[in-house]
């Protein structure tokens, strides 16, 4: 993948020296960037609304149109569409920055800790293997949500899966990549993890096993942030649903068809050992980051049963272009 990028960057290199050897344009090709938004520009009220909420605050910022250089190059993706990063925008801000500013009280921690570029990519990444990438998170800085041209507001399970989940999973990894989580959480499912071949346990096997889902059953670090990722944004429903997944016993067969057994022969407690990883979770979250995970869980789970998407876009719809 590196020589691939490597070797467009010289082919691209070769083509501009010749092109370029009579005589150099001392012009930038690069335009001017201004600090003031065009209020005559297509995009100025999302952009209005981004600045406002992300950059002047949390000196973030909220990419939603695509960059080749900044975007994953084993994928073939496409961008997202102004409306799609509207909804995104709001909702961001609703179901993420306003929860962890709301719950620690200030500003501070996610202009200290959060990510600083968020970006936002139409399609989803599809690898070889027949899993898809939701998202990635680059050392802590960088945050790519993908899948936004399938965005529903309507279906907040969705929601959850392809995107706000996705957001709590990148930024606990920051959390845990900036302090480690405790030595007791390695020696749990020590020997049940597959980094190769997650993909094909069932969520339902994964979670008799001691996993909020498969993805969860690849490694520890990724286990570790599912569970938190999962408790947050699961209602009440969908976590009950899941432990009584994990309570059981599962097998598949050749065909892939999952059959429910009468016993659980893997020899985990299922519930008991989720219980025990989401124990860890939030003690770490309150000792290491003075974080209340159930509040963190409690604003989530409020915000998201009483969306109101049209009030949401109307922060970025209503703003003056000066028109
Ligand atoms: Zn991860």
Redesign the pocket.
């Known amino acids: 993948m590196k020589n691939i990028r490597y070797i467009l960057i010289l082919v691209l290199v070769a083509g501009i020296a010749s092109s370029c050897k009579e005589k150099l344009d001392p012009q930038s090709i690069f335009p001017e960037v201004s600090e003031s938004l065009d209020p005559a520009s297509y995009s100025f009220q999302l952009d209005s609304f981004c600045k406002k909420n992300f950059q002047e605050i949390y000196n973030v910022e909220f990419r939603y149109q695509m960059q080749d250089i900044s975007s994953n190059m084993n994928f073939n993706l496409v961008p997202c569409t102004y409306d799609d990063a509207i909804t995104m925008a709001v909702m961001a801000k609703y179901l993420w920055w306003d929860v962890y500013t709301k719950v620690t009280g200030s500003h501070e921690f996610l202009q200290k800790y959060g990510p600083r570029i968020i970006c936002l990519i139409g399609s989803a990444g599809h690898n070889a293997t027949g899993s898809v990438t939701l998202g990635v998170a680059q050392g802590g800085l960088k945050v790519t949500l993908h899948a936004l041209n399938y965005i529903d507001p309507s279906n907040v399970a969705t929601l959850n899966e392809y995107y706000f989940k996705t957001m709590h ?2 930024f606990s ?1 920051i959390l845990h990549q900036t302090k480690t989580y405790p030595a007791e959480f390695r020696t749990i499912s020590a020997g049940w993890y597959k980094p190769n071949g997650w993909e094909e346990r069932s969520e339902q096997e994964a979670r008799s096993l001691g996993f909020t889902g498969n993805y969860g059953s690849s490694q520890e ?2 286990d570790f ?1 599912e569970i938190i990722a999962n408790y947050i944004v699961k209602t009440d429903d969908e976590w009950a649903s899941m432990m009584s997944d994990a309570a059981k016993g599962w097998k598949q067969d050749d065909n892939g068809t999952l059959h429910q057994l009468e016993d659980d022969p893997d020899g985990v407690d299922g519930p008991a050992v989720i219980e025990q990883k989401l124990t860890i979770a939030r003690t770490w979250l309150h000792d290491e980051w003075n974080i209340e995970l159930d509040s963190l869980r409690k604003e989530v789970q409020t915000r998201q049963a009483n969306m109101n998407i049209d009030s949401l876009r109307n922060q970025v719809l209503t703003i003056g272009t000066g028109e």
Request: charged letters at 50%; proline letters at 0%; aromatic letters at 0%.
């Open positions: 999973h990148e990894h670090r990724e942030v």
